[in-house]
């Protein structure tokens, strides 16, 4: 495995100085008082050292309010082309979209996310794409919490004999299951959305009980 060179904190450009004081103050375990940001990136492949992203979509969520109108999106140029993955995402090599350098777009992401709790299905592939991505530009990894909507749907599973908890649990599967329209699957915001909604819903089922759910019991 090869390393990155990583910059000293001198070095640091300003915007991650401005982005790592954000994490400064503690903050509440309010589940209200947090902002999260739902997060979902369209890549060329699933190698995190060969492959690269095309898109990071993102939303954030406030007070069980998703931000449509506050979205994220930028596109990004392709040094690296996946033909294999293109009829998924519909990202094609000579498109037409704006795009930006990997490195303006990690910048403008991270402006957005700020300290927020980052939340994404199947979060470590997409964490682990833009911390590569970091890594690459000579940047230190985010420094978020986040939660995988896979983990937190299994916390909904009733505990018996009958029932087997799977290993992963797929968007569809899981759009499926709270009937949740799949329109703009497989755009990095289109499923943004699709899991934004799909948080709320599974927070409303743990709230079920009426016991009050807090960050800490989501961490768990």
């Known amino acids: 495995m090869f390393q990155f060179f990583k910059k000293n904190k001198a070095e640091l450009p300003q915007f991650w100085k401005d982005y790592e004081l954000k994490f400064k103050d503690k903050m509440s375990d309010d589940l209200e008082d947090k902002t999260f940001c739902v997060l979902d990136t ?25 931000e449509i109108k506050d979205g994220f999106e930028v596109f990004i140029v392709q040094q690296v082309y996946g033909k294999d993955a ?17 490195l ?12 927020s709790i980052i939340i994404a299905h199947h979060a470590i592939f997409d964490l682990n794409m833009i911390n590569n991505a970091l890594l690459r530009n000579g940047l230190p990894e985010l420094k978020n ?25 797929t968007l569809d599967e899981l759009a499926d299951k709270f009937t949740i329209s799949k329109k703009d699957r497989h755009t990095a915001m289109g499923d943004a959305y699709i899991t934004a909604i ?3 819903k599974i927070l409303n089922k743990l709230q079920e009980s009426g016991k009050k759910v807090t960050l800490k019991d989501l961490l768990k």
């Not at 293109?86 to 990997?102: C, D, F, T, Y």
């Not at 303006?104 to 300290?115: K, P, R, S």
């Not at 749907?153 to 087997?164: A, E, G, M």
Request: aromatic share 10%.
């Open 42 to 66: 369209e890549t060329t492949g699933f190698d995190y050292s060969k492959d690269r992203i095309l898109c990071i979509g993102a939303i954030n969520l406030r007070q069980r309010r998703i």
């Open 86 to 102: 293109a009829p998924i995402h519909g990202i094609l090599k000579n498109s037409l979209i704006p795009r930006v350098s990997e």
């Open 104 to 115: 303006e777009a990690l910048e403008q992401f991270v402006d957005y996310v700020g300290n």
């Open 145 to 169: 919490t986040y939660l995988d909507t896979s983990h937190l749907y299994k916390k909904t599973i009733i505990k018996s004999n009958l029932i087997t908890k799977k290993e992963h649990y």
């Open 198 to 200: 799909l948080f709320l």
